[in-house]
């Protein structure tokens, strides 16, 4: 199974400021990655695809990179909304793995 | 607009068995694979199962082979998972989804509110 790790666990970042996040797989996922926002009692919503194709309607901001072992999810300027726990998911081997989660609080 | 609606959550104990429902609206649903991925309580998100879009083909996660079986029914555009033997650490919420692209089953773009699976005797 491909172990996903995210880092920082928890990232306190203030409104308008860029946000940096990181996933990392054990093992080599090429360009399957997805990254995922989650906010409390709401559905999982997909940002990311691809590594690096933003889904439809995904705003800007969010830009994804990396290939193979390496990834970065990065928000351009923090909004209110975008407070939130942030995934990554693997879709390069079974079984699907995702990481456990980076949260993104107001500093 | 796509709509999936989770149902047939509820405390059950310890060697128990549940079916969910996932009742899916504003898509062709016969032509999309479709997940369950679960939620523990304070922890992240864990991959269940997946099924394709004519049902003929599914894959498991370790912890649930053998226990839990997914399902579909194209007629009813519904989306199921029996969970036999249920254990303690089954205990989630669990959401279905839909995958994001035709052919695919591998991420997902939809996903349902979730319906709340608490283990415990």
């Known amino acids: ?107 | 607009e796509v709509q999936l609606l989770e149902s047939g959550g509820g405390l059950v104990q310890p060697g128990g068995s549940l079916r969910l429902s996932c009742a899916a609206s504003g898509f062709t649903f016969n032509t999309y694979a479709m997940s369950w991925v679960r939620q523990a309580p304070g922890k992240g998100l864990e991959w269940v199962s997946v099924i394709s879009d004519s049902g003929d083909i599914t894959y498991y996660a370790d912890s649930v082979k053998g226990r839990f079986t997914i399902s579909r029914d194209n007629s009813k555009n519904t989306l199921y998972l029996q969970m036999n033997s249920l254990r303690a650490e089954d205990t989630a919420i669990y959401y279905c989804a839909k995958a994001a692209t035709l052919g695919n089953y591998r991420y997902f773009d939809y996903w349902g509110q979730g319906t709340l699976v608490p283990v415990s005797s």
């Open chain 1, 1 to 107: 199974e491909i172990v996903m790790t995210q880092s920082p666990a928890t990232l306190s970042v203030s409104p308008g400021e860029r946000a940096t996040l990181s996933c990392r797989a054990s093992q080599t996922v090429s360009s399957n990655l997805a990254w995922y926002q989650k906010k409390p009692g709401q559905a999982p919503r997909l940002l990311i695809y691809g590594a690096s194709t933003r889904a439809t309607g995904i705003p800007a901001r969010f830009s994804g990179s990396g290939s193979g072992t390496e990834f970065t999810l990065t928000i351009s300027s923090l909004q209110s909304e975008d407070f939130a726990v942030y995934y990554c998911q693997q879709y390069n081997n079974w079984p699907l793995t995702f990481g456990g989660g980076t949260k993104v609080e107001i500093k």
